[in-house]
């Protein structure tokens, strides 16, 4: 009435509610999920979420995010948990959660013994991680454009608890194809068929409906069946219906489920593999998703190259009238080098870095023989990129920043030692020491370096040759824990939050003389470890719970390197 609206986790994540958790999301303003920091894959909360949202026409989807961090989390860490949320349809990141901090001098201060990440001012890394936060944000932004493109509808019947479950998405759904599931509810009253696909009122549509209800169906389900399966739907049943499972369908609704199934099915028990068409629409058993796709002349809308015998690329597609939008995460700790192939065709792909904001052209790309596109990828460790595929050609497209990995680029220079190294007493660390070479804090014999958290500023000196003109390097820091920023001559050139540790510096250098300055965060653990065995009045840091103990181990820390110089070669983009 007044405008309010209502975000809930209707019903929760929990599977022993006796609930359907897709009428429950249903009902309000803002379907949400949930997944924590354990569950880097994601959560079918999420995927239930979203789903939620498409069949009740609600444009955003909600997640609690990033619950059950310690104080050893950190924004790299939180990275692929992201990704792998937004590819299952997340749009809006709830974060639990900002913990208020009534005082400036107690640190880390207010804290949450299980639940709570460690999203807060007085956090080491609160003031870097600006980009990562940027990164979700235009993420989540993409990630609401148009529709989703999803070929398989899953109908989970009408058991309780109505959701998501490993045993109830039989037959899976195959890769390269993504999937939405309803409940009797959605079927009924919102499923229509427009040219063979099973449509929903605000655009959705779909290929294939799967019958993931098992042997029971209810009259009103049957009858919704048998008058898509008649306007053309194609659907996939792998099980034909005997039984009703509602008392609400009297003493003859077995009966009728019965005599609509052999319509549908035909007489007897389905052996093997079969299809029956029925008016405009067929009936298929015994075959995969994948095949009842196939036969329907879909081919898989993205495939990639798998790593080490499994697929670590995750993706999401969208669609509007002018573009087609795909989000692609190596969801790996390593950096990969993929070709991926798109269903589009007939138009000229460019890569959207969400990390950075920039807008290029791949290093190379092709127009399939089977009328998809095929693009060259590199990804970094827990990397990010949306393909997007215009419908008319942009007027310019800007070359790829690289045509190789960070790790691929050949080196200049070694910036060994030694280091000058600044801590902070504040938190126990000495003012000033001289490395001769990079070894993490929590390797260190003196006490104050091992257990040091928060931030040390790195300083050297280094002589660089002149450049050859049009030549770009990239100062690669090598391993950091947890993110590092650098100046080089008084420059600032920002922050990098993740893996790899690496910034050009080509407009920062100059010939002869150059000044490094390297500044390491790392986490509130390695204090915390060592405050938890002291009396409170030997202690630096003060907590209402420190969730660790004296014997738990360091966590790795510092700048490790090796820190280097590298040729970033020119490129430029191929394709046809």
């Known amino acids: 009435e007044h405008g309010l609206t209502v975000s809930a986790q209707a019903p929760g994540i929990a599977t022993c509610l006796s609930s359907d958790n897709i009428q429950a999301k249903g009902r309000t303003d803002i379907p949400m999920g949930e ?43 939180m990275k692929p948990c992201a990704d792998a949320a937004l590819a299952l349809g997340i749009n809006q990141f709830v974060v639990l959660a900002y913990v208020h901090q009534p005082w400036d001098e107690r640190k880390p201060g207010v804290t949450e013994p299980r639940f709570y990440l460690p999203y807060q001012r007085h956090n080491t890394w609160w003031e870097d991680s600006v980009g990562f936060w940027t990164t979700l944000t235009r993420s989540s932004h993409l990630m609401r454009q148009g529709l989703p493109v999803n070929d398989l509808l899953y109908h989970l019947g009408n058991d309780t608890p109505l959701k998501i479950a490993t045993w109830r998405m039989r037959p899976a759904p195959p890769a390269g194809y993504d999937y939405d599931v309803c409940n009797d509810e959605v079927l009924i009253n919102r499923a229509s068929v427009r040219d063979g696909r099973v449509e929903l009122p605000d655009g959705m549509s779909y290929r294939v409906l799967v ?72 009936m298929l058993w015994g075959c995969s998703p994948a095949e009842a796709l196939i036969s329907c002349k879909a081919l898989p809308d993205f495939e990639a190259a798998p790593i080490d015998g499994r697929l670590d690329v995750l993706y999401a597609h969208r669609t509007t009238p002018a573009r087609e939008i795909y989000f692609v995460a190596n969801h790996r700790a390593k950096p990969v080098r993929i070709e991926a192939t798109f269903r589009v065709n007939g138009r000229t792909p460019r890569l959207w870095n969400p990390q950075t904001g920039y807008i290029a052209a791949p290093i190379a790309w092709q127009a399939t023989a089977d009328e998809r596109t095929k693009v060259s990828l590199l990804l970094e460790a827990h990397d990010s990129v949306f393909v997007i595929f215009d419908a008319s050609p942009p007027r310019e497209i800007l070359p790829p920043p690289a045509r190789s990995l960070v790790h691929e680029q050949p080196v200049i220079q070694h910036l060994d030692g030694p280091w000058q ?8 660390g000495p003012d000033r020491i001289e490395l001769p070479a990079l070894t993490p804090w929590n390797e260190s014999l003196d006490t104050g370096i091992r257990h040091y958290s928060g931030a040390a500023f790195y300083r ?75 009396p409170p009045a030997q202690r630096k840091t003060w907590t209402t719970d420190n969730p660790y103990r004296a014997t738990d181990p360091l966590a790795r820390s510092g700048l490790m390197g090796p820190v280097v110089l590298r040729k970033l070669s020119p490129s430029s983009a191929t394709g046809k």
């Open 35 to 77: 997944f924590w920091m354990t569950q880097k894959d994601g959560t079918i909360d999420c995927k239930e979420a979203s789903s939620a949202a498409l069949c009740y026409a609600v444009p955003r989807t909600d997640a609690e995010a990033f619950t059950g961090g310690r104080a050893e989390v950190y924004p790299g860490m």
């Open 211 to 282: 019958l993931a209800g098992g042997d029971s169906m209810t009259v009103s389900v049957a009858r919704k069946l048998k008058q898509l399966v008649q306007s053309g739907a194609v659907v996939l049943g792998p099980i034909k219906p005997t039984r009703s499972p509602s008392l609400a369908d009297g003493p003859r609704g077995n009966e009728e489920v019965r005599r609509t199934a052999d319509e549908l099915w035909g007489a007897g028990a389905p052996s093997g593999r079969g299809e029956k068409q029925t008016g405009a629409g067929r």
């Open 421 to 428: 190294v600044s801590f902070s007493s504040r938190w126990g």
């Open 460 to 534: 050297k000196s280094f002589q660089c040759p002149p450049l050859p003109a049009g030549q770009r390097v990239t100062l690669d820091l090598g391993e950091v824990s947890v993110l590092a920023s650098v100046k080089i001559n008084g420059h600032d050139l920002g922050v990098a939050w993740k893996s790899p540790f690496a910034f050009d510096v080509t407009d920062s250098l100059r010939p002869g003389k150059n000044e490094l300055e390297v500044r390491v965060v790392n986490t509130w653990t390695n204090r915390l470890i060592l405050d938890s065995a002291l």
